[in-house]
């Protein structure tokens, strides 16, 4: 049960580090459209993007499919730039809550992105036989899915706050908020390697 513990909270900790704000970017991006009674969706989505990465972590734990870091590096802001600009152009509008399978795919991408970004590290903690292997992986994934849950929740928290207190339309809140994010993830993108040659 300790080792449970173990990498379960390597996978909280994984999402939960504030250094490493990325993957806390894309999970706004994705929940601010979004309110309380979405929330089937919503545990939807995390879960989609929990699958990519725990298949991402799989394919390379087993030396299946191995990645440049710098095209991994540039594709995790793009991937959350996507979803801000997708988020700017259907915001207000009645279809947004309809379909996810725009953002289904774009989730499942940056989590099997974002999964290979991780899978060098995680390599490195885990070694052994193929089956060994297998069991850190589910429980580091599920340390994942608790920690999407508690960002979700609080970008819910704060959201309904600014809409109820503060009275923000839903769609100027979620105006200003993707606008915010784009702001933070064009420096990031502007300054990953891929551009030196």
Do not use: C
Not at 2 to 16: A, N, P, T
């Amino acid at each position: 049960m300790s080792e449970f513990w173990i990498f379960f909270e390597k996978g909280l900790r994984h999402i939960l580090d504030l250094t490493a704000y990325d993957h806390i970017l894309f999970l706004m991006a994705l929940t601010i459209p979004y309110a309380f009674k979405d929330w089937k969706k919503l545990l939807l989505l995390i879960t989609i993007f929990t699958v990519g990465h725990t298949l991402a972590l799989l394919l390379s734990v087993y030396g299946i499919v191995i990645m440049k870091v710098n095209l991994v590096e540039f594709l995790i802001p793009i991937t959350i730039l996507i979803i801000a600009f997708f988020n700017l152009f259907t915001a207000g509008k009645s279809s947004k809550g309809e379909s996810i399978s725009v953002i289904g795919f774009v989730t499942l991408f940056f989590g099997i992105v974002h999964g290979l970004s991780f899978a060098g590290y995680f390599k490195t903690l885990v070694s052994g036989s193929s089956q060994s292997k297998l069991l850190p992986i589910t429980e580091f994934s599920l340390g994942i899915e608790a920690s999407q849950i508690v960002v979700v929740f609080i970008v819910l928290i704060v959201s309904y706050i600014v809409q109820t207190v503060f009275r923000f339309s839903k769609r100027d809140w979620t105006l200003v908020m993707s606008s915010f994010i784009i702001g933070v993830v064009l420096p990031m993108i502007v300054s990953t390697k891929i551009w030196i040659r």
